[in-house]
């Protein structure tokens, strides 16, 4: 590796000295790989295929409802219920026919953990008939508008 000490006849060296350039580069490069939020908590959910056509009969259902509480209480239908109760629930409204929706509805303030804990018993239990409500308070298109 040769380095460039100009000449020696008095001018001043016409290159620019790109190491310090490319050092800080590299130093910026580094930070934003070290700062970026690794992805690594999923929870893995089967959603229906797209490309499956419509049920032609619509059948009335009926609805249970999972909440789960800033307390981490989880609550069936607005009562409070264990772990172990909410499977045994869940596997009891698997012989309903037509199998009754559940839907789930996590507060804002509910602890993670909790929630996947659910949603790993919903999954597990077999249930097919599942949603999420609720979330659409959250969004800025939900929102009713303000009146006047």
Same mark, same amino acid.
């Given at each position: #590796?040769?380095? $460039? =000490?100009?000449?020696?006849? %008095?001018?001043?060296?016409?290159?620019?000295?790109?190491?310090? /350039?490319?050092?800080?580069?590299?130093?910026?490069?580094?930070?934003?790989?070290?700062?970026?939020?690794?992805?690594?908590?999923?929870?893995?959910?089967?959603?229906?295929?797209?490309?499956?056509?419509?049920?032609?009969?619509?059948?009335?259902?009926?609805?249970?409802?999972?909440?789960? #509480?800033?307390? $981490? =209480?989880?609550?069936?239908? %607005?009562?409070?219920?264990?772990?172990?109760?909410?499977?045994? /629930?869940?596997?009891?409204?698997?012989?309903?026919?037509?199998?009754?929706?559940?839907?789930?509805?996590?507060?804002?303030?509910?602890?993670?953990?909790?929630?996947?804990?659910?949603?790993?018993?919903?999954?597990?239990?077999?249930?097919?008939?599942?949603?999420?409500?609720?979330?659409?308070?959250?969004?800025?298109?939900?929102?009713?508008?303000?009146?006047?």
């Amino acid at each position: #590796m040769g380095i $460039s =000490a100009g000449k020696d006849d %008095g001018q001043p060296m016409m290159e620019m000295n790109t190491t310090p /350039l490319i050092d800080v580069m590299l130093v910026l490069l580094i930070m934003f790989i070290i700062t970026i939020p690794v992805a690594t908590h999923a929870v893995n959910i089967d959603l229906p295929n797209p490309s499956a056509p419509p049920p032609d009969v619509v059948v009335k259902r009926d609805k249970n409802k999972v909440v789960i #509480m800033p307390n $981490s =209480a989880i609550l069936w239908n %607005g009562t409070q219920v264990e772990s172990g109760q909410l499977l045994s /629930l869940l596997q009891a409204t698997l012989a309903i026919k037509p199998e009754p929706e559940l839907q789930y509805q996590p507060d804002p303030q509910a602890p993670y953990d909790t929630s996947v804990q659910v949603l790993n018993i919903i999954k597990g239990s077999g249930v097919t008939a599942f949603g999420f409500v609720g979330n659409e308070q959250y969004s800025e298109f939900g929102k009713a508008p303000e009146a006047k």
